[in-house]
C-alpha cells in the first residue's frame, strides 16, 4: 500500500508526534506541531504545503480562534516554501536557520492577527 495516506502515517512516525502534541500545552504550539509535520515529512506527491496550512489554520479554528478572511497570499506561500525546503537548502551548505516549532507559532499568531508587524 503505497498512498499518500499510509506515507503520512509511516513517515509521521505517529506515536512520537502524539507524544510531542500532548505535551504542548498551547494552541498555537500545537498548530506549529501539526505544520511542522506534515511540512517536513512531506507525504503527499503534490499538496504537502498547502494541507499543512490547511490543517493548522483548521486546528486554530476549532480550538476557537477566529479566522481572517483572507489570507496575504504571498507572504503564506513564501513562508511555507521556506520552511519546506530548509533541510534541502541547509544540505547544500547554505547559511541559514531552521524554523522551530515556535518560530512557527510566532508566524501563525502573527499571520491570524493582521495588525501585528510581519517578519
Excluded at 498512498?3 to 502515517?9: D, E, M, Q, S, Y
Aim: net charge positive; charged share 20%.
Amino acid at each position: 500500500m503505497n498512498n499518500p495516506v499510509h506515507k503520512a502515517r509511516t513517515n509521521m512516525n505517529n506515536s512520537d508526534f502524539l507524544l510531542k502534541l500532548s505535551i504542548i500545552t498551547s494552541y498555537d504550539l500545537k498548530a506549529a506541531a501539526l505544520f511542522h509535520s506534515l511540512i517536513k515529512s512531506h507525504p503527499f506527491m503534490d499538496g504537502t504545503k498547502r494541507t499543512a496550512l490547511a490543517a493548522a489554520l483548521y486546528f486554530l479554528e476549532r480550538c476557537g480562534y477566529l479566522l481572517p478572511q483572507s489570507l496575504p497570499l504571498n507572504h503564506v506561500v513564501e513562508f511555507c516554501i521556506a520552511v519546506a525546503e530548509e533541510n534541502l537548502r541547509l544540505s547544500r551548505g547554505e547559511n541559514l536557520k531552521s524554523r522551530s516549532i515556535s518560530d512557527i507559532a510566532e508566524w501563525l499568531q502573527k499571520l491570524l492577527n493582521p495588525t501585528t508587524e510581519r517578519s
